[in-house]
């Protein structure tokens, strides 16, 4: 193992330390949400205690101070993700609210009956519901690109389908079932060469991978805090400034107008447009400072920690025999699928939770996917750079379990 | 024996068991033991689905009682299943509409019972109720 400096980085989740049912916490349903460092906390606590008001709207002093942290975590963002302007980035609620914003407009400014929405079979629900919806709406066709038995797309599918009639293509970055990390590059290049625009969902990647919107060229780029160490309720659309420009706002009310009058209303310039209401001020504190704790751990090399452990887990649940992994991508985050014989996998995770581990079962919000492989669940461990290789080794003990009560 | 009756029984059984592992060993048993339902039923006219598991009940009114019959894909719901089945079935109505359904928290089993385990059993004590319902306004 590299000298990740796990037990020093533990010391920062107080959360980890703790029991359950008399045994030690293991976490490992970090792709359902990551655990908060004590720094984090302390941000949002400390937003309450010195900094609460509301924002853009005062002139006094709180209100200054609170807009100003607000503004630079913006503009912390437009550098975390190397995006051109932080007039392209958005505070939204997370990963679900973004991608429904530019289902709704966009969809209602350049999608109309007979185009094509293109979207894959691993989506989670909030990149496939919003698409389905929104071409029910407008008269157009979800085209799905299929995969293959390993959990990548199928590539030769993809190319096929896109189409001067297709209006967008919406792919997530990483599966959260699977944990494949798609070609988006690829896909966005290919689809660039017929004009059009790719949204990713960075849900999954953003925590592991990093993200780099100038170099995928992608034109949106949607990611949750809660997933990556900041609270919930706060997250992030990027979005090219021509298209943001040109959609209409998602929702109306406070700060995203310019002038309202009894005759009409004019519109806030970006990134206002997109952000009526009160923003989740204390959410913004919290993300901040999650950025900046594993911008000092560095990307690199949480990837090559995160790395050893999924190879351990790998190498561990393979060798126990009768566990099928789902998803055996070449290119995979720190996440893993699986089924253990023929025990249901409710009745596996009831079991591995009395184990004191906290691993996720069901259909994980990707029910197209799992009935692509008909199952009806799977259980999935998801690894943060906060866990270890022994928690590993007491997820193969309850596991082992699990065989000899169903067995 | 009235509803109360087999609930005061099933509190002495699981009282006897000193951990959670014999629980569950118990409730697995159960679950393998549950008369499996008509096939004819397992289908999805008589599914109560979670996103976690999968239950499949059915209800039958003869002279003035109530019998369930119901299967579901995971066995330690199957068990629980089969507990629920124990204590309301072959009884009137009005019995089962009156049941207070406490003795599940009494045997620690209440987790099982909450909305977000989505296992299908909420659902499949309120289906229940609402067989009872039905057939009493049968008459």
């Known amino acids: ?407 | 024996m009235t509803i109360a009756e087999v609930q005061e029984q099933v509190v002495a059984e699981f009282s006897l068991f000193e951990d959670w592992m014999d629980k569950y060993n118990y409730l697995i048993e159960m679950g393998r033991s549950l008369p499996v339902i008509d096939e004819q039923y397992k289908t999805d006219q008589f599914v109560i689905s979670g996103c976690q598991s999968k239950v499949w009940l059915n209800a039958k009114y003869l002279e003035g009682v109530v019998y369930f019959s119901a299967d579901s894909d995971a066995i330690i719901t199957k068990g629980i299943v089969n507990l629920l089945i124990r204590v309301l079935s072959g009884h009137s109505p009005d019995e089962i509409l009156d049941a207070d359904m406490d003795f599940i928290d009494q045997i620690g089993l209440r987790e099982h019972l909450s909305p977000t385990r989505s296992n299908g059993l909420t659902s499949m004590i309120k289906q229940m109720k609402l067989y009872a319902l039905a057939f009493k306004s049968r008459g």
Request: one cysteine or more; hydrophobic letters at 40%; charged letters at 20%.
């Open chain 1, 1 to 407: 193992m590299t000298n990740f400096p796990v037990d020093l980085i533990r010391k920062d989740f107080p959360i980890l330390n703790q029991t359950v049912y008399g045994r030690p916490l293991v976490y490992f349903d970090n792709a359902a949400s990551t655990q908060k460092p004590v720094q984090v906390i302390r941000a949002i606590s400390g937003y309450y205690e010195t900094d609460n008001c509301n924002i853009h709207r005062g002139v006094h002093y709180l209100s200054q101070r609170a807009t100003e942290v607000y503004e630079d975590t913006r503009k912390q963002i437009r550098q975390f993700i190397n995006a051109a302007s932080s007039q392209e980035i958005i505070f939204t609620r997370g990963t679900t609210e973004s991608i429904n914003l530019v289902a709704s407009s966009y969809g209602k400014q350049y999608v109309n009956p007979g185009d094509e929405v293109i979207v894959s079979v691993m989506e989670h629900h909030s990149n496939f519901v919003p698409w389905q919806l929104m071409c029910q709406e407008r008269g157009a066709k979800l085209r799905i690109i299929p995969i293959v038995e390993s959990g990548e797309l199928d590539m030769n599918a993809f190319r096929g389908m896109v189409n001067e009639r297709t209006k967008i293509i919406a792919i997530t970055h990483v599966s959260n079932v699977l944990g494949t990390i798609n070609p988006v590059k690829e896909i966005i290049q290919h689809a660039h060469t017929f004009g059009i625009p790719v949204l990713v969902d960075g849900a999954q990647s953003i925590s592991h991978l990093g993200a780099d919107v100038k170099d995928l060229d992608c034109d949106f780029y949607c990611f949750s805090g809660h997933k990556m160490y900041a609270p919930m309720g706060i997250g992030v659309l990027y979005g090219k400034e021509k298209y943001l420009d040109a959609m209409p706002p998602y929702q109306s009310g406070g700060e995203m107008i310019k002038e309202v009058h009894l005759s009409g209303t004019t519109f806030n310039d970006l990134p206002f447009k997109f952000e009526a209401g009160t923003p989740n001020v204390e959410g913004v504190y919290g993300l901040r400072v999650a950025i900046s704790y594993i911008q000092e751990l560095g990307m690199e090399n949480i990837a090559v920690y995160e790395k050893e452990l999924l190879d351990y887990a790998t190498e561990k649940l393979t060798a126990m025999g009768d566990i099928r992994i789902i998803g055996t991508a070449k290119e995979k985050t720190s996440l893993i699928s699986f089924l253990i014989g023929s025990i249901h996998p409710y009745d596996a995770g009831v079991i591995i939770d009395k184990m004191g581990i906290a691993v996720r079962t069901g259909h994980h919000c990707a029910m197209p996917l799992l009935e692509w492989y008909k199952i009806p669940a799977t259980v999935r461990a998801s690894f943060a750079f906060y866990n270890t290789t022994e928690e590993i080794d007491l997820m193969v003990e309850a596991i082992l379990k699990v065989k000899q009560m169903f067995g």
